[in-house]
C-alpha cells in the first residue's frame, strides 16, 4: 500500500521539496521587548534527505524546529511543508500538517498512564486504518526498534534509550513524510544513542521520508547526507 | 483474537480518560470516595425531606371522605384551630353529602408504662360508629372503642412510648395513665411519625373528652364529609362554600394534603434546611472533582501538548477530560446510592421516619452528579489552553 501511494503521489513528489523556507524571519516578545531570533533564513531540504544542523545554544534552530513542525504560527517570509503553505494558515490547517510529521523530541514525551505499545497506537488515531493493519505495523516498529520483549510495559519499567526508542518507534508508525527531531541521543549514553540515531536514519530510508535532526553530538554526524552549522550573529 | 475474525473493520479508538484515571489508582479512589459522599449527602436530604412530607401527611390520606372542614384559621396539624360542629352539620344537607364525621384532635400526656417517663401523644377522637380513618387496625377495632377508657396505640410510634406494640402482641394487658386517667389500649395502627408528632392514639370521641376534660364537646378540630358515589365533588364544594360563614373553610382531602406539605416547606425552616443541604451536598461534590480534574489536567499537561504536537485537535483533548468526569460520575454513583440506602434503612429503624427510595429520585441525583462532574470538567478545562505544543522541544 505505501508503494502504491508513493507512486500515486510521484508526480509532486518531484515538483516539490519536502521542506522550502524563503525569507524567513521570526520575533519574540512584543514593543521594546521584541528581540528578532531568526534572519532571513533561506533552505531547501528534498524528499529522502537526511540533514543534520549543528550549531551553538540559543541560535534559533530549535524555533526553526517548531515552525517547520507547525507548532508555532509563521510571522513573516515563506515556510512550505510538503508544498503547503505555513503563511497565514488557520488552526486546522496546521493541526493537519503535523498529522504529516513524524516528532522526536528531546525528552522522549511519552504518555505516562500507556504501555510502550499503546504509546505507538496514539499516533494511528489519527490516521484510517483497520484494527489488523493497525495491530501489524505497531508490532513490526517495535519489533524493529527491538522492544519485541517491553511492548506491554509502562515508560516507568523502560530505560531511557528503550523510552527514546518508542518516541521513534511512534513518531515512524505512521509513515510521516518528513521526521524532525531535536536533540534525540542528549539524554542516551554514547552507544545508546548511536544505536537510537542508527534505527531512525534505517527506518527512514526504508519509508523513503526526510530526516531533520538537531544535535550537538558529533558522532552521529557521518550519518548525514547534509550538514548545516549555524553561526551565532552577535 | 477479535481483530483476526474482522480484519476490515476499523481499529478501534483508545479508551484514553479511562487508561488515565486508571493508571492513578489512588488518585482514582479519592474521586469516587468523594463523589459518594457528596451523592450520599444529597440523599439523605432529599430522604429526609421526603420522609418529612410523606409522614406529614399520612393521616391526612387516611381520613374517609372526599372533603374536610377545618377551622379558617387552621394551617397545619401542628397549627389547628376549633370550630363548632354545627357547622358540619348545616352542610350535612347538601345534595350529594352521605355522611359527616367529626375529629378532635390534641396533644395529651402519655406515660410511659415501662418507666413511668411523661410523653405527649397526639389524640385523634373519632366517632367509633362511623369508618372516619381507613387504617385496617383502626376499621378491625373501632367498635371496641365503645368502651370506656380504651383507645389504639400507633404501632409506628417512637421508643419513648414504651415497647408497646410489642407487648400487645405477646398478649399482655397495657394499661397506663393518659392525662392521669387510665386507659387501656385495645387495639394497634400504623401511621408513621412526623417531624412534629412522636406518635399518635385514637379514640373515640367521649373516650377523648374524658381524657381531655379541658376539652369542650362540640368544639372539634376536624369534619370529614364523605359524598355519595359519582357526585361532582367540585359543585358540592362551591354549594358549601355559599352557605357557609368564614369561620370555616372546606377543601377536597388532596387539597389538605397539600396544604399540609405547603406548611411543612414554607412555614418551618426544615423544608428549607433540606434543600440547601442538596446545594450545599453537590457544591460540595463539584469542588472535589475540580480539584481531582484539575491537578490531573495539570500534571499531564506536558503529554497533552505532545498530543496536540503529533496532530490531535483541542476537542480530543476536551472530549477526554469530559469523559474523565462522567466516568467518576458514574463510578462516584454506584456505590453512593449502595450506602444511601443503608443509611435509609438505619434511619427508618432509628427514628421510624419512612425513608423511601424511589426511582426518580435515584434518576434525579444522578442527573445532578453528571452536572456536577461536567461543570467540574468545564472550569479545569480552561487549563488546557495552557497546554502549548510548541513548548514541547
Known sequence: MLHDRSLEESATVFSEPAISITKLNHYYGHGSLRKQVLFDINLQIQRGEIVIMTGPSGSGKTTLLTLMGSLRSIQSGSLKILGNELLNASKAQMTLTRRNIGYIFQAHNLLNFLTAYQNVEMALETQDVTAQAADCRIQDILMAVGLEERMHSYPSDLSGGQKQRVAIARALVSQPQIILADEPTAALDKKSGRDVVEIMEKLAKEQGCTILLVTHDNRILDLADRIITWKMDA | ?393
Open chain 2, 1 to 393: 483474537m477479535a481483530k483476526n475474525l474482522a480484519p476490515d473493520t476499523k481499529k478501534k479508538p483508545l479508551f484514553l480518560s479511562w487508561l488515565q484515571l486508571r493508571k492513578e489508582r489512588s488518585r482514582l479512589l479519592v474521586a469516587i470516595a468523594g463523589i459518594s459522599f457528596a451523592d450520599l449527602l444529597m440523599f439523605l436530604q432529599m430522604g429526609f425531606r421526603g420522609a418529612l412530607f410523606s409522614s406529614a401527611v399520612e393521616f391526612h390520606d387516611s381520613l374517609n371522605g372526599e372533603i374536610v372542614m377545618l377551622s379558617s384559621r387552621s394551617r397545619s396539624l401542628i397549627s389547628l384551630d376549633r370550630f363548632t360542629e354545627r357547622r358540619l352539620y348545616e352542610i350535612a344537607g347538601v345534595t350529594g353529602v352521605e355522611s359527616v364525621s367529626p375529629i378532635y384532635l390534641n396533644s395529651l400526656q402519655w406515660r410511659n408504662p415501662d418507666n413511668k417517663e411523661i410523653w405527649d401523644i397526639y389524640a385523634i377522637g373519632i366517632n367509633p360508629e362511623h369508618s372516619v380513618m381507613n387504617l385496617s387496625g383502626v376499621q378491625a377495632n373501632r367498635e371496641k372503642l365503645r368502651e370506656p377508657d380504651t383507645a389504639l396505640f400507633n404501632a409506628s410510634s417512637r421508643q419513648e412510648f414504651g415497647a408497646i406494640a410489642q407487648q400487645f402482641e405477646s398478649g399482655q394487658p397495657i394499661i397506663t395513665e393518659i392525662n392521669e386517667r387510665q386507659i387501656q389500649i385495645r387495639g394497634l395502627f400504623h401511621l408513621s411519625p412526623t417531624f412534629g408528632i412522636n406518635g399518635y392514639l385514637i379514640t373515640s370521641d367521649v373516650n377523648f373528652l374524658r381524657m381531655a376534660n379541658f376539652r369542650q364537646k362540640g368544639l372539634i378540630d376536624v369534619g370529614v364529609i364523605k359524598l355519595k358515589p359519582n357526585t361532582d365533588v367540585q359543585a358540592v364544594l362551591a354549594e358549601m362554600r355559599s352557605r357557609l360563614p368564614n369561620d370555616v373553610k372546606v377543601m377536597t382531602r388532596d387539597d389538605y394534603a397539600k396544604a399540609e406539605v405547603a406548611f411543612w416547606n414554607a412555614s418551618t425552616p426544615v423544608g428549607y434546611t433540606f434543600d440547601l443541604g442538596v446545594v450545599i451536598a453537590f457544591i460540595v461534590g463539584a469542588v472535589i472533582v475540580y480539584q481531582i480534574l484539575y491537578s490531573d489536567v495539570t500534571d499531564h499537561l506536558p503529554e497533552y501538548a505532545t498530543l496536540k504536537a503529533i496532530g490531535f485537535r483541542d476537542r480530543y483533548l476536551l472530549i477526554v477530560v469530559f469523559q474523565e468526569a462522567l466516568i467518576l460520575a458514574a463510578l462516584g454513583f454506584i456505590p453512593g446510592t449502595a450506602i444511601a440506602l443503608g443509611v435509609y434503612r438505619i434511619t427508618f429503624i432509628a427514628t421510624s421516619l419512612p425513608m423511601a427510595m424511589d426511582v426518580g429520585r435515584v434518576i434525579f441525583v444522578f442527573v445532578l452528579t453528571a452536572m456536577m462532574c461536567t461543570a467540574s470538567a468545564a472550569m479545569a478545562v480552561r487549563k488546557l489552553q495552557t497546554a502549548d505544543p510548541a513548548d514541547i522541544f
